[in-house]
Structure formats: structure tokens, C-alpha cells
């Protein structure tokens, strides 16, 4: 599995677009990129996963660079109950959690 | 229940003292995953389940650690001979097939060794 590198937080302003940036130069051409989340005491919740084009649901969008090597996570409007880790995953069979990014969404 | 489900919530324990934690996944759902997490920490990958293939146990961080699940369903993870090293947060996932799906996890426990 590839490694994916991602800052260890962000702030974000009460309805703002939340941009979080996740590398993972050493992504192979089989692998998707997950993300998922985790607030507070609460078991990680799944976001959205990719694997060369972007995508978009009701929670996130995601994008992904033409050479694969690095993604965002954009939440369009983001709001306090969004205060949480977000992990970025690559996979190809198991998921290695790294230490993610902290997002503070401030009023 | 329609989400993961994992029991005890809450386990405090001597050390020395085995300890066993249930993971009831998803009806349906034939991968599981066990996690543990300590404090602050990201998610540490401890062993997983394919159907009725061999299980990964590539991330158990020693032989105290065993996990096995009965009849492609309920999952049980062991722990012979706590240390206080492995108190953290036990977390289960189940996806519905093994590869690109999500993984839904339960609320995990936590397990204190004093």
C-alpha cells in the first residue's frame, strides 16, 4: 500500500469551503483513494473514494490529480459538526490509517 | 441492528489477565477488519477477514494477540496476557466484499489495563 502524507491540521471558518490536501507520490495504478473521517469518540465514517476522476456526493467532493500523486477533499460549506480527523487512504487491499488531518471549523 | 456492533463498550482489566472483545458485523457483509487505536493516535490495521480465506493477521503486534471468526459472522479478538501497552481503543469494521467497498465500523471498546 502506498503512503500518504497529509498536515497535521487545519482551521476552516463556519461556512467556508474546507480544502484538505492528502500526497501519495507513490500510489500504484490499482489503488483508490479513500477518505474517511472521524469525529470525537466515534468510530471512523467513510466520505468518498476515487480513482482517476473526481467525484462528488452528498458529503464531499473529491479531487484527483491527472498524475494520481496527490488529492483534495473539498467540503463545500463546512459547519462545527464537521470538527473532526479526516484520513486519507490508498489501497489496494488492506487500509493503513496514517495520523490524518485535524480540522478545526471555527464560528 | 442495522450498523456494526461491539462488546463490550467499556473493558478494564489487571494486567496479565486475558481479555476478549466481540465484533458482530453487518449482516451480509463477508470482510472484517479489527483496528486499534490509542490515545491521539491514527488507526493501527491488526488483522482481517476475506470470507473463507486465511485471515491477514500481518498487523497483530504479537503472538498474545488472536482473533478468529466463527461461521463468516461474529468475530472475537484476543488478548492473552494484557500488558498496559494495549490498552487503546479496539475498533471493528465490516465491508460488504473484500477490496474497493466501504468500511462501516462499529464504536469500538475501550480496554484499560491497569
Known amino acids: 500500500d502506498a503512503k500518504t502524507t497529509q498536515p497535521t491540521s487545519m482551521d476552516c471558518a463556519e461556512g467556508r469551503a474546507a480544502n484538505l490536501p492528502c500526497n501519495h507520490s507513490?500510489?500504484?495504478?490499482?489503488?483508490?483513494v479513500y477518505w474517511y473521517r472521524q469525529i470525537h469518540s466515534q468510530g471512523p465514517q467513510y466520505i468518498i473514494h476515487?480513482?482517476?476522476n473526481n467525484e462528488t456526493n452528498e458529503m464531499a467532493s473529491l479531487i484527483i490529480t491527472e498524475d494520481r500523486k496527490s488529492s483534495t477533499l473539498i467540503l463545500p460549506h463546512a459547519t462545527l459538526r464537521d470538527t473532526a480527523v479526516y484520513y486519507c487512504?490508498?489501497?489496494?487491499?488492506?487500509?493503513?490509517f496514517g495520523s490524518g488531518t485535524k480540522l478545526n471549523v471555527k464560528p | 441492528g442495522a450498523g456494526v456492533s461491539q462488546s463490550p463498550s467499556n473493558k478494564v482489566t489487571e494486567k496479565g489477565k486475558d481479555v476478549e472483545l466481540r465484533c458482530d458485523p453487518i449482516?451480509?457483509?463477508?470482510?472484517l477488519y479489527w483496528y486499534r487505536q490509542s490515545l491521539g493516535q491514527g488507526l493501527e490495521f491488526l488483522i482481517y477477514?476475506?470470507?473463507?480465506?486465511?485471515?491477514?493477521k500481518s498487523g497483530l503486534p504479537s503472538d498474545r494477540f488472536s482473533a478468529e471468526r466463527t461461521g463468516g459472522s461474529v468475530s472475537t479478538l484476543t488478548i492473552q496476557r494484557t500488558q498496559q501497552e494495549d490498552s487503546a481503543v479496539y475498533l471493528c469494521?465490516?465491508?460488504?466484499?473484500?477490496?474497493?467497498?466501504?468500511?462501516?465500523f462499529g464504536p469500538g471498546t475501550r480496554l484499560t489495563v491497569l
Open positions: 469494521a465490516s465491508s460488504l466484499a473484500p477490496g474497493y467497498n466501504e468500511q462501516f
Open positions: 507513490t500510489i500504484s495504478g490499482n489503488e483508490y
Open positions: 476515487g480513482l482517476k
Open positions: 487512504i490508498v489501497r489496494s487491499q488492506k487500509f493503513y
Open positions: 449482516s451480509g457483509h463477508t470482510a
Open positions: 477477514f476475506q470470507g473463507n480465506s486465511a485471515p491477514d
